[in-house]
């Protein structure tokens, strides 16, 4: 009986160391988990501030290049404004030579032949505006147009209807679909019939003055 209850209670010792081993085990296991979790919540945190630090590095290039672009590009710009008038000025060099060589040669015996040669510079001059899309407005004849007209003065006329342009005393010009310079003319004015009656009468005492 003695050796019977001996074996038992060695029986339940060993339950006992084995089940305490299990609890450590266990327990060591469970301590384990969270140290894992931090190492790996590390190793990502690591990895996002090296991503940051690329993105960062990419983002200052790029705004470096950026910079560089926007400055080439300004300066590009600068230089075009500063000489754009520079293909107009090759085209317009010559006829200014061709003026001075004909202001040098003037003499009273030569008189026709510098008015055919500033008639021919005159040509010329007109060909470089109309290649840049220059035009000289048809004026004369015209009705008028506050858009393209500047008017200097109104004077009755029993020849034309009102509002017609009479004379230019200056030319105007356009620059392709724009008005460069406005055209300075006169504009008839509409009579009435006591103007117009004194029109007629004053151009009937010059015929019969012509014909005495």
Known sequence: ?????????????????????????TLSEEESVPETEHENLAERVAELEEKNNELNDRLLRRAAEFENYKRRTENEKEVLLRYAAEPFILRILPIYDDIKRSLSHIDDDNLESLRDGFKMIGDKFAQVLDAQGVKKMETTGKEFDYEYHEALLQQPSSDVPANTIIEEVESGYTYKDKVLKHAK????????????????????????????
């Open 1 to 25: 009986m003695k050796m019977k209850k001996n074996k038992k209670d060695k029986m339940k010792k060993d339950e006992k160391i084995n089940v305490d081993i299990e609890n450590e085990v």
């Open 185 to 212: 003319v006169i504009v008839s004015q509409g009579m009435d019939e006591k103007e117009e009656a004194q029109v007629n009468n004053e151009e009937a005492d010059k015929e019969e003055s012509v014909e005495e």
